[in-house]
Every structure is written in C-alpha cells, then in structure tokens.
C-alpha cells in the first residue's frame, strides 16, 4: 500500500532563507509524486511533479524537489523564500491498484514566512 | 480558460437538510474527484468518477451521493446521515489515468446552521 508523512505540521522561516519542506513516502511501486500548494480559502495547486523521468523536478516560483529512493524521500526546497509563498503545502503519492488516477495526500505542512 | 468551477463559494445546511454541491469542468477530463478537507487531517477522497455513468466509492463515503451523468459534472450531495458536515470540499479532475495530475477547483465550504 502507498503512503505519504509529512515529517512537519508547521515551518516557519524569514524572508530571503531556504525553504525545506520535508517528505517521505511508501510505495511497493515506482511512484508518482507531487506536490502540491494551497492558499488560504483556496482549491490547490500543482508546484511539480516526478514520474521517473529525472530525480530532481523543477517546479513553478522556485520550488524543487528532490527524488531519493534509497532514503524513500522527496523533500521540497526553495533557495530563498518570499511572502507570497506562506501557504500550506502538501506531499502526494498516486495511488496504485484497483483505484488508478487516485492519490494519496500527507497531512499537510504550513509555511509561515516572517519579513 | 479550462478549468474547473465550484459552486457556491459558501453554503449553510439546516438540521436534517440534504444539499448539493456543483462541480463543472471543460478540461475534457474523463475522471473527477470529490474530496473533503478538515484542519490538519489533508484531503480525504470522497467519491471519485472515472467515466460517465459510472462512479465509486473513497475513503469517506458515508452520507454522501453523487451522479455523473455528463462528463463534465460532477454534484455532491451531502446528506443528512453525515452528522459533521463543517469542512471544506474540492472537486478535482485528472485524464484518469495512474499517476495523471488531478486540478482542482476553488473549494465550496460548507457550515451547518
């Protein structure tokens, strides 16, 4: 079965600092992984995504993230962090088997970014 | 633009009342989802289509319905059997396919009067 633990409910950093959103995952299949960014009072959306293609996934205002399989992680990075990016952030496997196209989120981590 | 629209933005259930969310897509997506969001808990599937006519249940089902009579809608309905109505729900849609990305629309949230 697929899994996702988002090792963080809360992170908070200061504007211009590295962002580090950390992400584990189980999967007895090779997976998808997203993630994923909501805004307060808002639907989500897609920062980036890895299908295999590459371990490292560049993703949109920044964001990266990092495929590890030896260590079963995909952790999400940003150099320098802005105001815009506090929101809440969440980590998703696809599930696989009899519910194709479904997926699997974490918890969810919120990004507080302090001036 | 494609997307996807939810609506209302807000709804309010009396006691014991059945109401219905609206979801619709021109994405020409085959699949659609329906989750429900609680603080600190993620998103948890509700219902999810994969074609018309033809619907299954998620995680969560209990006290809800839904139809997919077009493909591009895809209502809920919350029931009175769901005693904890009070959450946030987003409508989500995908190619269907495993590992296909899923975009979701702005979220309906619910409150009970």
């Known amino acids: 079965a697929q899994s996702v633990t988002q090792l963080d409910s809360h992170v908070s950093v200061s504007e211009g600092t590295p962002v580090l959103l950390r992400c584990n995952y189980s999967s007895s299949y090779s997976p998808s992984l997203f993630w994923y960014v909501q805004h307060p009072n808002k639907g989500l959306q897609l920062l980036l995504k890895y299908t295999s293609a590459a371990t490292l996934v560049k993703g949109i205002n920044g964001f990266e993230a990092e495929f590890k399989k030896s260590e079963t992680s995909f952790h999400l990075t940003k150099p320098s962090a802005h105001m815009s990016d506090a929101a809440e952030y969440f980590c998703?496997?696809?599930?696989?088997?009899?519910?194709?196209?479904?997926?699997?989120f974490g918890k969810g981590t919120k990004l507080s970014v302090k001036p | 633009d494609g997307g996807i629209t939810q609506s209302p933005k807000y709804l309010f259930r009396k006691e014991g009342q059945n109401v219905t969310l609206s979801c619709e897509q021109n994405l020409n997506h085959d699949a659609m989802y329906w989750y429900r969001q609680d603080p600190g808990q993620g998103l948890r599937l509700i219902y999810y289509?994969?074609?018309?006519?033809?619907?299954q249940k998620g995680d969560i089902a209990e006290g809800y319905s839904v139809s997919r009579e077009k493909k591009e809608s895809f209502p809920l309905t919350v029931t009175s059997a769901q005693k904890n109505p009070t959450a946030f729900y987003l409508c989500?849609?995908?190619?269907?396919?495993?590992?296909?990305?899923?975009?979701f629309g702005p979220g309906t949230r619910l409150l009970v009067l």
């Open positions: 998703v496997v696809s599930r696989y088997g009899g519910s194709q196209g479904n997926l699997i």
């Open positions: 289509s994969q074609i018309v006519n033809d619907f």
């Open positions: 989500a849609s995908s190619r269907g396919r495993w590992g296909e990305t899923q975009y």
